[in-house]
């Protein structure tokens, strides 16, 4: 009866056993064929053949050209990175409340795509060169996180860069989302508004950066 390795758990025969070379050979490689990384065309291919994967397991997807392991309980980019988008041109608004386009930039929405980490988390950070039309007022720059076309995280205040008055001034935050699906495809999207509908908020040299939190 063949024995198992201390720390790999792979089987070797004993002196005792039947000197069977092929039957040996087999058992070595199947143990050791879902430890190797593996290698896929996609993950439809992927989840075909590997009907019960193991934590731990590691593979290779030709589309999208990235390494994928298994937590236990779902498949995920190893060490996603960040996705970042930028828009240098300048743009206004006079609305109160959130709006995605400025008036008269080109580019807009400035949002980017990303795939949620198997943590469920990610860093948004965003940021521009913001200054109002009258003194006293506020822009401010915050942003929609979609699941599709729903809002699971919308703009707000408490989530934004601020610039108070007709100074121009490079402005940025940052905040963490939680809660999202691993593995879901999510989409950040720069929002703007004014303090007051009396004064033009202007926008130029944003940028949305998104970090999965692992």
């Not at 056993?17 to 430890?35: C, F, K, T, W, Y």
């Not at 019960?52 to 236990?72: D, E, I, N, R």
């Not at 988390?121 to 200054?131: D, I």
């Not at 963490?176 to 950040?188: I, R």
Request: charged residues 10%; aromatic residues 8%; hydrophobic residues 40%.
């Amino acid at each position: 009866m063949a024995l198992l390795t201390p720390l790999g758990s792979l089987p070797y025969p004993q002196p005792a056993d039947a000197a069977n070379i092929p039957v040996h050979m087999q058992s070595l490689a199947e143990a050791v064929d879902g430890r190797t990384v593996l290698r896929f065309a996609d993950a439809a291919t992927r989840d075909t053949k590997v009907t019960a994967p193991v934590a731990g397991m590691l593979c290779w997807l030709s589309t999208p050209k990235q390494y994928w392991f298994y937590t236990g309980s779902v498949w995920t980019q190893l060490a996603p990175g960040p996705v970042h988008k930028a828009n240098s041109t300048a743009g206004t608004t006079t609305a109160a409340s959130y709006v995605e386009s400025l008036t008269g930039s080109t580019g807009d929405p400035t949002a980017v795509t990303f795939t949620a980490p198997a943590s469920g988390a990610v860093l948004v950070a965003l940021g521009a060169r913001l200054s109002s039309s009258a003194t006293g007022t506020s822009c401010f720059m915050s942003a929609n996180v979609r699941q599709g076309t729903t809002v699971v995280l919308a703009a707000a205040d408490a989530r934004s860069a601020i610039s108070t008055g007709t100074d121009q001034c490079s402005v940025s935050t940052q905040f963490q989302v939680t809660g999202l699906t691993p593995n879901g495809v999510y989409t950040a999207t720069a929002a703007y508004k004014s303090s007051a509908t009396t004064a033009t908020a202007t926008g130029a040299y944003r940028f949305v950066t998104v970090t999965p939190v692992n």
